[in-house]
């Protein structure tokens, strides 16, 4: 018969679909009292919800001897339930100094990329934690003493990928009574009374006060708040998501979004405050996009994204730590990883192919250039007899008498110019493309065509007025540009072997 206890945790697990008939449940316990009592429970109930049993346990090695101890501990508790038992030690504290974080973030990160690789390798289909009610409460709490929005306020999730936690409505001081009932043994944490760390002081300290001064009832409140957070938050997600696939692209791993949509992203709101709030959380949504840091950016990083889509110049940039860069490009927001905005004026990668149609014997060259994902088409053609209906159809035709070997297709490079037909006069390269409101992270791989070491071609442009085609020329080079075939590659090659490859 199943204890009292029991049976709330069994309509708990069922009511947010933690496990499923024929799961292999982890259960991570640490020695402490939280996850004894789970372990016993989830053996009331293994038949019950159809589920497997194993045990883990992680040493974070902070606690010299008694870590050992705690985890000499649970492989003797596994054992003595027949149960499976897997152990992993790392040097947590070292780790923390050697990545410049403190060593509770640390420990949390090492800990949870362990029962994610408990589940990559199928030891088990699901690893179940301790976390109680009263860990909610104290969660909750610490984010409003550190400062928090709604997410923040959603605390703990019952189930969070493969990791779920049954205990989340059940009290602490309720396990401790089950475990005395069955005469079950567990151990202490120390830590978990030293004051210097803000979860120890809110649990010795605030919590108490709370429940004796305000409420009795103020952690079992604090799991509702919890719960109607994470609710309202999910509603306000599937909003943030279909507003950011309408309004956002993708463009070389950055994100792009027209300012004005960014500061507006959805016209039908009416107040200002509605919008703000939408506009913040895409904000949030491009940063978690491009960092993979669920964490996001914090309010005041928020806000000068916001003034940089109001009222930034092109060019204008925020370097905003966790590796993210967003940028003002003319009228778009860019967030980009840091690492990628180098190379934004100069290309940080360069690329180089050969563009001669004779060297290729039949007068017809395809350069597939990886890069931009484009294929270019340069034919050599009996010039004005293939008529004019072919050149409407080109980006441009040239005269081949009058270019020089070798021809090049490149990337544009600062310092580029040349007089496109209709125009009076040479011009930058770099002018011309602004002139099309080309921004500078698509300029640095802007294809170029060159003879003798001169642009004569730009992607989109006019060709040279020096070599166009005229009323004189006999053998026309015609260009067409078009989509890269799928899955097509150019035979790059570095810039330092240009003169190589020229030859």
Not at 401 to 414: F, I, Q, T
Request: aromatic share 4%.
């Amino acid at each position: 018969m199943l204890s009292a206890l029991a049976m709330r945790l069994l309509d708990d697990i069922q009511r947010h679909r933690m496990v499923a008939p024929g799961d292999r449940v982890a259960v991570a316990v640490s020695g402490g009292g939280d996850s004894v009592a789970l372990l016993l429970l989830f053996e009331e109930l293994r038949e019950r919800l159809g589920v497997t049993l194993a045990v883990i346990h992680f040493n974070h090695r902070l606690r010299l001897g008694t870590a050992e101890a705690d985890e000499g501990f649970v492989r003797e508790f596994a054992a003595s339930r027949g149960l499976a038992c897997l152990v992993r030690s790392e040097d947590v504290a070292a780790e923390a100094q050697k990545q410049g974080k403190n060593i509770e973030e640390a420990a949390r990160e090492h800990r949870y990329a362990f029962f994610r690789q408990v589940v990559q390798d199928r030891f088990a289909t699901r690893v179940a934690t301790g976390h109680t009610a009263d860990d909610q409460a104290e969660t909750i709490l610490g984010r409003l003493c550190r400062g928090s929005g709604l997410r923040g306020l959603g605390g703990i999730h019952p189930v969070l990928g493969s990791v779920v936690r049954p205990l989340l409505e059940v009290r602490r001081g309720e396990l401790r009574d089950y475990l005395n009932e069955r005469g079950q043994a567990w151990c202490e944490d120390e830590t978990n009374l030293d004051t210097s760390r803000l979860r120890a002081r809110i649990r010795q300290n605030l919590l108490p006060a709370m429940e004796a001064d305000f409420s009795p009832k103020i952690v079992v409140r604090l799991a509702r708040l919890a719960e109607l957070a994470r609710r309202d938050e999910a509603v306000l997600d599937a909003l943030v998501e279909s507003r950011f696939a309408a309004l956002a692209r993708m463009e070389q791993s950055a994100v792009v979004i027209q300012a004005k949509d960014l500061i507006a992203p959805w016209s039908e709101l009416l107040t200002d405050d509605a919008r703000d709030g939408l506009a913040a959380r895409l904000v949030q949504r491009g940063a978690r996009e491009v960092t993979r840091d669920p964490r996001g950016l914090d309010a005041g990083h928020v806000q000068q994204v916001l003034e940089l889509a109001r009222q930034g110049t092109s060019g204008s940039r925020l370097e905003l730590g966790k590796g993210l860069s967003v940028e003002r490009v003319l009228d778009r927001i860019v967030f980009s990883a840091a690492a990628l905005r180098q190379g934004t004026s100069l290309p940080s990668r360069s690329y180089l192919y050969s563009a001669d149609p004779q060297a290729e014997g039949d007068g017809e060259v395809v350069v597939e250039i990886a890069e931009t994902a484009k294929r270019l088409r340069l034919k050599l053609i009996d010039w004005p007899a293939a008529g004019r209906e072919t050149y409407k159809e080109t980006a441009g035709a040239l005269d081949a008498g009058l270019l020089e070997k070798p021809l090049v297709v490149r990337n544009w490079r600062p310092g580029d110019a040349y007089r496109p037909v209709g125009r009076s006069r040479s011009e930058k390269l770099k002018r011309l493309l602004l002139e099309r409101r080309i921004a500078a992270r698509e300029r640095a791989l802007w294809p170029v065509l060159t003879s003798g070491g001169k642009p004569v071609w730009a992607s989109g442009l006019p060709v040279s007025a020096e070599h166009a085609a005229g009323p004189g020329t006999r053998v026309a080079l015609v260009v067409w540009e078009e989509a890269a075939a799928s899955g097509a590659k150019g035979a790059t090659r570095d810039t330092e072997r240009e003169a190589s490859a020229s030859k």
